[in-house]
């Protein structure tokens, strides 16, 4: 199980993350309450470097702000609408996690993609009758609506390739809780264990 907590405003949220085993943390360069510069993401990063993925996430960024944001943070992946990857210019280096919403099921899909509702960020879950169906055809990241006390179920509905987080375990909005980041990542991992031992 692939997890990432995503909206990283603190260096306490980093090391809860690591601590926790996570795969992937999440800085946000979109309109939001947990929105960072380049230069903070990169300060914010430096302990993560190396043993989890550092991700810019970002909603229909221009060429101007993915060039701020590769010079400044360096990524290992880009996060973002998968409409705004075909008219960007993207590092070579920098992987990408297309975004895609319940209402533009039916595109070709990619490899691997972050499934999602209408809007990033705004804590309500998305449809997880499509995603299980996408799910089936992909690598699906499942995010909206998630936290500690709901993730299992959502493994159980959709066995996604992975989850993702961010207000789900906030203390406060824009403020991650260290210990609801250890919850989550417990609870998805157990999840995941429980359907593997289901399936021998």
Do not use: Y
């Amino acid at each position: 199980m692939w997890i990432k907590i995503c909206g990283m405003t603190t260096p306490q949220a980093v090391a809860a993350a690591l601590d926790a085993g996570a795969d992937a943390i999440g800085f946000v360069f979109a309109a939001s309450p947990r929105r960072v510069t380049p230069e903070q993401a990169a300060r914010l990063a430096a302990p993560a470097r190396g043993k989890m993925l550092c991700v810019a996430v970002t909603r229909h960024p221009d060429q101007r702000e993915l060039d701020e944001i590769w010079a400044g943070f360096r990524p290992d992946v880009l996060q973002t609408d998968a409409g705004d990857l075909t008219r960007l210019r993207i590092p070579e280096p920098l992987e990408r996690l297309p975004v895609l919403r319940e209402s533009h099921v039916g595109q070709t899909l990619p490899q691997r993609l972050l499934f999602e509702g209408a809007a990033s960020g705004t804590g309500r879950l998305c449809d997880w009758t499509t995603a299980r169906e996408v799910a089936r055809h992909t690598q699906l990241v499942l995010a909206g609506g998630l936290d500690p006390d709901n993730v299992a179920a959502a493994i159980e509905a959709v066995r996604p390739f992975g989850v993702d987080v961010s207000s789900g375990v906030e203390a406060r909005r824009g403020v991650k809780d260290p210990a609801a980041i250890a919850r989550f990542v417990a609870a998805a991992r157990a999840a995941q264990r429980t359907f593997e031992e289901s399936r021998l």
